[in-house]
C-alpha cells in the first residue's frame, strides 16, 4: 500500500472528499474529444465498483529481464502505442484483467508484468538479493522495457504501481509518455517517514509495524491469503469482490520470494534495514522530491481521504496535468472502475501528442 507522509499516511481510514464538481464520464473517446475533461482540475464522479467481465488474460509470457525472469500479460496489436500498467500490494495483474482488453481495442500495446515476488517474476540467481526498495522495482521495469525494445510507454499505476510508475518519470522521462498515477505523488521520501504522526493516523500502518516484527514475518507468511483479504475489505468497503476474483489473486502471493519483498519494502520505508549501496545515487534523487515533467492524469478515490482533492501534491507536477476524483471508489482503482482508468490512459496519451 502507498506512502508518501505527512500527505497521506493517514488516509487509511478517512473520509472522502468533499465533492468539488459533479461529472460523468462519458464513452470512452480522446481527451481532445471531450471537452473539459482532460484538463479541468479536480473534476468529481460518483462511481460505483462493478462486477469483472474478465477472469484471466489467457496466457503468461516470460521473458529474461535484469536480473529477473519477468511474468508478463501483454495484449493488443504489436506496432500499438506502448501501456504499462503495474499493479501494487496486495493485488497482483489481475487488477489490470478489465482494463486491459479496452486498451487493447483501442489500438494500445498493453503490457501488464507481475511485479518482483509476485505470481510467476522470479529471480535469476539465488544470490540476488530479496530488496523490495522503491528504485528496484522501477530498474525492474526499465529492464522489462529493453528486454521487449519498447522505448518509452504510457504508464498507469496504483498503491506500489503508481510509485514505481512515479519514479521512473522522474528519473527517466524519456522513457514515459505519459503518467495516470492512482493517489498522486507517491515517491517515498525516508527522511519524512522517521516523523511521528498522531496516533489515529499511524493507526492506518498496523501492518507496517506488524512486518517490522518476526512474528509479522511469521504471520504474513503463513496467513498471507487472510491478512490480504482483510486489506482489501477495508480499502475498498464498496467492492463486493467475490472469492473467485480473491483468490485469481491471491495464487500470485504464493511467489517464493513473496514474503521477503513484501517485508524488505516495508521496512526499508522506516530505516529498519538499509537498501543496496550500488542504487544509492537513484535514492538520494528521489530523497529529493523530484518534480515530474511528463504529462500526467492522478486520480484520488475513498481511499484517499482529505487528500482528494489532489492540492498536496499539485506542485510535483509541472507537465500537462488534470485531476480526477472518483467517489464510491476504493483502493484499487483499476479493478473497481476499469472503464474510468482506461479513459484516463486515454486521455494522458492525448494529453503526450499535444504537449
Known sequence: ?????????????????????????????????????????????????????????????????????VGYAEAGPANGTAVILLHGWPYDIHSYVDVTPILAGAGYRVIVPYLRGYGTTTFLSAATPRNGQQGMTALDVIALMDALRIKSAIFGGFDWGSREAAV????????????????????????????????KAELGWWYQYYFSTENGVLGYTKYRH??????????????????????????????????????????????????????????????????????????ASDFDGANASGTAYRDKFSGRYSHRIFNGIGHNVPQETPQAFAQAVIDVDALAKTS
Open 1 to 69: 500500500m502507498p506512502d508518501n507522509a505527512p500527505l497521506n499516511r493517514g488516509r487509511f481510514f478517512s473520509a472522502a472528499a468533499n465533492t468539488i464538481v459533479a461529472a460523468q464520464l462519458g464513452a470512452l473517446a480522446p481527451a481532445d474529444a471531450q471537452s473539459g475533461v482532460a484538463d479541468s482540475d479536480g473534476a468529481t464522479t460518483a462511481l460505483t465498483p462493478q462486477p469483472g467481465a474478465h477472469t484471466s488474460f489467457g496466457s503468461v509470457k516470460q521473458i529474461d529481464a535484469g536480473l529477473l525472469n
Open 168 to 199: 521512473i518519470a522522474a528519473l527517466w522521462p524519456q522513457r514515459c509518455k505519459g503518467l495516470v498515477a492512482v493517489s498522486g505523488y507517491l515517491i517515498t521520501n525516508r527522511n519524512l517517514t522517521v516523523l511521528p504522526l498522531p496516533p
Open 226 to 299: 487472510d491478512l490480504a483479504k482483510l486489506i482489501w475489505s477495508i480499502v475498498s468497503p464498496n467492492w463486493r469482490f467475490s472469492d473467485a476474483t480473491f483468490d485469481r489473486t491471491a495464487a500470485a502471493f504464493d511467489n517464493p520470494d513473496h514474503v521477503a519483498i513484501v517485508i524488505s519494502n516495508y521496512r526499508w520505508r522506516i530505516h529498519l534495514i538499509e537498501g543496496d549501496p550500488q542504487y544509492d545515487h537513484l535514492e538520494a534523487q528521489l530523497q529529493q522530491g523530484p518534480v515530474i515533467t511528463v504529462p500526467t492524469i492522478t486520480i
